[in-house]
């Protein structure tokens, strides 16, 4: 069994889903369910054997050393985070509470778990910690691109908290010895992402016929990744990935947000004939710094381990606004009246 932190989540259910996909052993799958955490994002795992849920926080402690001790996970996989940057603006605390604190309670769970174990289960033990390439901070239009070598410069409270649980799992596996790994990804996109995001918050103002906001002049630029391959490298990292090393990965799919809205247009009017959604396209005020460009040099997991992203930004984006028109119960179940709250006072 692996454990599996903040399961519910974008990433962590789509990566549960594809783990149990390609045969991977069962899942006990520990998550707060805060807003963005959704149950029926596993809908399809209900009465599976391999799927364990238990409802809980990664900092509360005597839950965690329980479950290592009743489940005996050979793996800890830490999705669980706060991680929209607009939130962290309007509460950073909550960002500190999970993405540092949390953290810290997790690998002291995990480091008191693993020196008990025999000698052959510590060796095999890994703790793999998923991570941003927004703790790298920002980059200039001619910049290389972030690679595992690029100095931490956050510029948000989240990427600030995410660099400080960074800096957590390096220092435990040097201090401590804990077998760690890290990853760095970028932006993911696809199915079971909370709308509050930039692709799925522009589907679904587009199927509600609804305004498109863009911040600022549209400019930013993000390295897209589409969560099916994130979670193929992760799978790749947890295999074989060198024990205390950090891992980037990206979709090598760098486009500007506007650009992005635009090609999703596109692909909505093949798929809705007559509906001119990007007219309905709106620049809002900028966000407070606002990072401009992201881009990932996924060189060494590509060189290391073999990895390449299978679909392109096209191939996942059509997957993706797809996945969103067959699932409009999933949508309708995640706008709840919190949802409508933080849209109508964001995108005001």
């Known amino acids: 069994m692996i454990l599996v932190t903040g399961g519910a989540g974008f990433i962590g259910s789509n990566f549960i ?20 955490g959704n149950l029926s994002s ?35 996989v830490n999705f669980a985070a706060e991680s929209h940057v607009d939130r962290s603006i309007r509460g ?6 999970t993405n540092v ?8 769970c995990a480091r008191a778990w693993w020196q008990g174990l025999a000698a052959d289960e510590r060796a095999a033990f890994r703790f793999l910690h998923v ?10 239009p001619a910049d290389p691109a972030f690679s595992e070598s690029t100095p931490f410069a956050p510029n948000s409270p ?33 199915p079971r992402q909370f709308p509050e995001k930039l692709i799925p918050l ?14 600022g002049d549209g400019r930013n630029v993000r390295d897209w990744l589409y969560v099916g391959d994130h979670c193929s490298a992760l799978r790749a ?35 809705r004939p007559g509906g001119e959604f990007a007219r309905s396209i709106e620049f809002v005020t900028d966000r407070p710094g606002h990072d401009r460009r992201y881009a990932i040099d996924a060189s060494k997991i590509e060189r290391e381990l073999g990895w390449t992203p299978a679909e392109t930004f096209a191939s996942g984006l059509a997957r993706t606004l797809d996945w969103y028109l067959e699932n409009g119960d999933w949508i309708a179940g995640v706008r709840s009246d919190e949802y409508r709250r933080w849209i109508d006072l964001h995108y005001a």
């Not at 950073?92 to 509470?97: C, E, L, M, Q, S």
């Not at 205390?244 to 692909?267: F, K, P, Q, S």
Request: negative net charge; charged residues 20%.
């Open 92 to 97: 950073p605390r909550a960002f500190v509470d």
């Open 42 to 76: 596993l809908a399809t795992l209900q009465g599976d054997p391999r799927h364990v849920f238990v409802r809980g926080d990664i900092g509360d402690a005597a839950l965690v050393a329980s479950l290592l001790e009743r489940h005996r996970p050979r793996a800890i």
């Open 158 to 190: 989240y990427a600030a908290s995410k660099a400080g649980s960074d800096h957590l799992v390096r220092a435990w596996h040097h201090t401590y010895g804990l077998p760690v790994l890290t990853t760095h990804c970028s932006n993911n996109y696809g």
């Open 101 to 108: 604190v949390g953290t810290l309670e997790l690998l002291e």
């Open 17 to 36: 889903l594809d783990w149990l996909a390609a045969g991977g052993e069962a899942v006990l799958n520990l998550d707060k369910l805060t807003y963005a």
């Open 237 to 271: 990292v947890l295999a074989r990935g060198r024990v205390g090393e950090t891992y980037a990965i990206g979709g090598r799919a760098e486009m500007r947000n506007l650009d992005v809205v635009h090609a999703l247009c596109r692909i909505l009017e093949e798929r």
């Open 202 to 215: 522009m589907i679904v103002n587009a199927l509600a016929g609804k305004a498109l906001p863009v911040y």
């Open 131 to 140: 991570s941003t390439d927004e703790v790298y901070g920002s980059l200039g």
